[in-house]
Every structure is written in C-alpha cells, then in structure tokens.
C-alpha cells in the first residue's frame, strides 16, 4: 500500500481523506502497464480500458453482453439506481444502457470527471456526484438497486456503508456488492510471498501484509461466511459466491499464465475461478 501502513492508528477521517487522496492521483484505469496511447478520457481511451476490464471479468460476469451474469440489466429500466464508487465509469454507462435512472457516487473528483466526460461521449444521462458512501446524501428508500464494485472494502468502516445502503433502499429494494476475498488466490500468493518469504511476518500481521501489497491508501480482506454475516444485520435475505481472474484460476506468473491459457479449458477456468477467487460478490435484499 503506497500510503500509511497501520490505518488502525488513524482516526475514520483521517483515513477517508486519505483513501480520496490515493484514489484522486490513482484512479483504476485498467491500464496495468501503461499500453493505452489514447488521450486520457477520449472515446478510444474509454473503449481501451473498457477492453480490459471486460477481458478480466469475461469468466464470471458476462454471457451474452458484458456483465449481464452479475448486474440485473433485463429488470432494471426505469428503476432508481445507485452505484458507490463509479470510477472510470464502465458500471455507470452499462446501468444507463439498460434504462436505469443512475445516480453514480465517488469519492474522488478524477472519477466525477471521467464518468461526467465518458456519459457526455456515448450520449447517456446520470446524475454523477461527490460523496461519501459512509454518510449518503440521499433520503431514505430512495432507490430500487445499489451496485458496488470493489469499492466498499476500502472504506474506514464498511460496517458504516452496508447500513447506509439499507438505509437508502426501497423496502423492496436489493444490492450486489464486490468486495475483496481473505481466502482467495490472490491473497495467499500475496501471503506467501510478502509474509513469509519476503520477512514480512517479522514487523507486520497478516492483514498489514495485504493492505501493504494492495491499492489504495486502505483495504480490507473478508471471508465469505464473515462479510455475509455483517449485511445479516441489515437484510433479511443474503447470499454469496465467489468469483475470480485468469490469475486466481491459474496462480502463475504472467507470462506463463498466458502459455497456458492456450491449452487450458475454459470450463477449468470458470471452475477454478469460482472455487479460489479473489473476490466476494453478494446479494442481499429486503432491508430490514
């Protein structure tokens, strides 16, 4: 983490400011290796890293159009829709697309500018505003769906989040929620490289090692069974799966990875990915 080590020694403020100061000069752009030669913002910038973000979720999110095995897109027109930190601003458009009425939250002025700039290119509506998913600016059971995508997790309290979405959902209402997996692939490698072959075991624990190897300025890892244990509170009815990357389904290094996605079964690959990814995707709904 290119931030602080211990965010326990900071106050939740303090740690807020600091995750909108990483992700303001950090955005997550998909762009891992700077490859994208499009003007930041342009349409073929957008369709670049859109490119490689569809790629990444190709085996678990999408069947017939992008994302449509994770987002309700067929029941969601004319709907009041939330999404918690809209980013690059992909989630955002594909919501408008299916007919949503979208209101996009970030934290960061960089993702409110690039979701504004990307809507205006493909000619599509949202309200798209700055906030704080601790504290949302919204009346209560404002909307029908929240969607969040690997954000919620980076928060200084994501405890304080999930009560705030049920706060704001219709009684009716559900949300779908990414968060990062404690038993995923990723953080075992992360675990075994930087822990324990790496020292880090000597001057940090375990959760330290993660947040010291992941983006952003805060992160949290879950397991399954515990994340879906904190949205019990707030809903009456949760659920779960575990979903994942080429890395999580085959855990080598990137050039070898790519040698073997050659030969390797998609069906393997959606097998795997969904026994050891890297992320937690939950469902939950009736607000209580």
């Known amino acids: 983490m290119n931030g602080v080590k211990r965010t326990s020694d900071l106050s ?10 990483w992700w303001t000069d950090n955005p997550m752009t998909y762009d891992w290796h700077g490859q994208v030669e499009a003007p930041r913002y342009s349409s ?18 999408t069947r017939d159009t992008p994302f449509d095995r994770v987002m309700p897109l067929a029941t969601l027109a004319g709907k009041r829709v939330l999404e918690i ?5 992909l ?38 505003i ?26 200084s309290s994501t405890a304080r ?37 790496r020292g880090g075991f000597l001057t940090r624990s375990f959760e330290e090692t993660l947040y010291h190897v992941t983006d952003g300025f805060s992160a949290r890892y879950y397991v399954a069974e515990q994340f879906e244990d904190l949205f019990r509170g707030f809903f009456k009815q949760t659920s779960f799966e575990i979903c994942g990357q080429d890395a999580d389904a085959i855990p080598l290094p990137r050039r070898l990875r790519k040698l073997a996605l050659r030969v390797v079964p998609s069906s393997y690959l959606e097998a795997a990915q969904a026994r050891r990814g890297s ?6 709904s009736q607000p209580t």
């Open 12 to 21: 939740a403020e303090e740690v807020q400011r600091g995750n909108q100061r």
């Open 44 to 61: 073929a910038w957008f369709d670049a890293i859109d490119a490689a973000h569809i790629f990444g979720a190709r085996l678990f999110a």
């Open 85 to 89: 930190g809209c980013g690059m601003g």
């Open 91 to 128: 989630h955002t458009e594909t919501l408008a697309r299916a007919g949503a009425k979208v209101t996009a939250l970030d934290l960061t002025p960089t993702a409110i500018e690039a979701t504004t700039r990307r809507l205006a290119l493909r000619g599509l509506s949202a309200e798209v």
């Open 130 to 155: 700055r906030g704080d998913a601790e504290s949302l600016p919204f009346e209560d059971h404002s909307f029908d769906f929240v969607w969040s995508w690997g954000v919620i997790h980076h928060s």
């Open 161 to 197: 989040v999930v009560r705030q979405i049920a706060r704001v959902l219709k009684p009716e209402g559900e949300c779908r929620i990414m968060v990062y997996n404690r038993e995923g692939m990723s953080a075992k490698v992360s675990l075994l490289k930087d822990h324990w072959l």
């Open 279 to 284: 992320f937690i995707f939950l469902t939950a």
